[in-house]
């Protein structure tokens, strides 16, 4: 089944693809941007759905407008729209029935995934470029504010914030209860969520260059 849905703007935020048993039975979708040249703001969003959805069939996206769309794989059609004061680079995170979306205006926002409906927003200093990872209820963060946040997702209240000692872009990967992220002053952090306390920090001796891709941890190893 293939759907078109028009967003009338560029993307760079990726799709979010509803992994949770709540809403698929099986977990993938290809999402797809489509532009017919540098200059037009002009983007199709191609929907191909591959496997029936069980309670409701919705992707989210965000756009460089700052809008964060929910799109009807069924119709192709917006289920809701939402929109923030500033670009959307960061990627939505579902977590129990909120969606979680960061922004260049400074906040991370948490709404209702059935209804886009605003539960809470946190302001930090700077952008929200990187995508926050859950765990244990509260999701995490660096932001370009040079900090490391971590919010709880039901009522928005932030719990921690760690100086990253650097601008932040890349979102971290959380295993058995560490985070790891890079930053833009070339180092790799790796962080204890339980104590708040920095682990290890890890620069390359020869090779200086700011971390803008996500951390990936592998039998036991950070990539």
Known sequence: MERLFDLNEFLKSSKFH???????????MDLTCCCKNDREVNCKVILSLFFFIKIFSIVFIGDLAGVLHAVDTNTGQAAWTYATQGEIKSSPVLSGDHVLIGSYDGFLYG????????????????????TPAVFDGIAYFGGCDEAFHGVRVEDGTEVVSLSAGAYTAASPVIKDGRAYFGTFDNEVLGLDLSTHDVLWRYEHPDRHFPFYSSALTIDGTVV
């Open 18 to 28: 509803l992994p949770s048993p709540k809403y698929l039975m099986q977990p993938t």
């Open 111 to 130: 709404l209702t995934a059935e209804t886009g409906e605003l539960q809470w927003k946190l302001e930090t200093q700077n952008y929200v470029h990187a």
